[in-house]
């Protein structure tokens, strides 16, 4: 009978585990793919508009945190065993949110790119609403990692209280560049391009690119 019990039980924790499972290991949801294929499309022509419509060496001011790219992905990999990645597509809408105001906050009413910038920010919201209502609430609930949290703590600081030491200088297009490659990392399902393969692939190992 305790055998009985005892086999009852771990299959119990089995199927527990198995139906957990999709929710921490998931892949990108497909309802996903819509959304930041049509963002995608807009990043295609970030260069027209992020470039050649600005002065030579044009920068804006920006929390260094927002500058995030591939190598900060692998880091925080390194750093957090078996980090979801779920926490990390998180991470990168919040980021980027931050990223899109400040380019667009810069643009005069009718600076040639501001058009372009509006509609990337609503087609990016689309994708964020997508990304919400493709999980279970609770899933927003959980406790994010130390690492991960010092992060989203600073991209949520009130920007009169960051240090001046916090505040970096970057190109528009440099930002969208790290946007588009973090994107296909991040979301790779949705994009089947050699392009994509490559953003997420060839820097795993080294987290320093």
């Not at 964020?128 to 600081?157: C, K, M, R, Y």
């Not at 991040?186 to 795993?204: G, P, R, V």
């Amino acid at each position: 009978m305790v055998q009985l019990s005892t086999s009852v039980y771990l299959l119990g924790g089995l199927l527990g585990l198995f139906l957990l499972s999709p929710v921490l290991m998931a892949p990108t949801p497909a309802s996903m793919c819509t959304p930041l294929r049509t963002l995608n499309d807009s990043l295609s022509h970030r260069r027209r508009y992020m470039k050649h419509n600005f002065p030579i060496n044009y920068t804006i001011r920006i929390h260094h945190k927002e500058i995030f790219k591939l190598s900060d992905i692998n880091r925080m990999r390194l750093q957090v065993t078996g980090l979801d990645e779920l926490v990390l597509q998180r991470l990168w809408f919040q980021v980027n949110q931050g990223v899109l105001k400040k380019i667009i906050r810069v643009m005069p009413e009718r600076h040639p790119s501001r058009p372009y910038s509006t509609e990337l920010e609503r087609r990016f919201r689309d994708a964020e609403g997508v990304f919400v209502q493709s999980h279970p609430a609770e899933v927003f609930q959980h406790e994010l990692p130390e690492t991960i949290q010092d992060t989203w703590d600073h991209l949520t600081e009130e920007p009169d209280r960051v240090p001046e030491s916090s505040w970096r200088f970057a190109s528009p297009k440099f930002l969208l560049d790290n946007f588009c490659h973090t994107m296909h990392c991040l979301f790779s399902e949705c994009f089947a391009s050699t392009e994509a393969q490559q953003d997420c692939e060839c820097n795993k190992g080294n987290p320093l690119v």
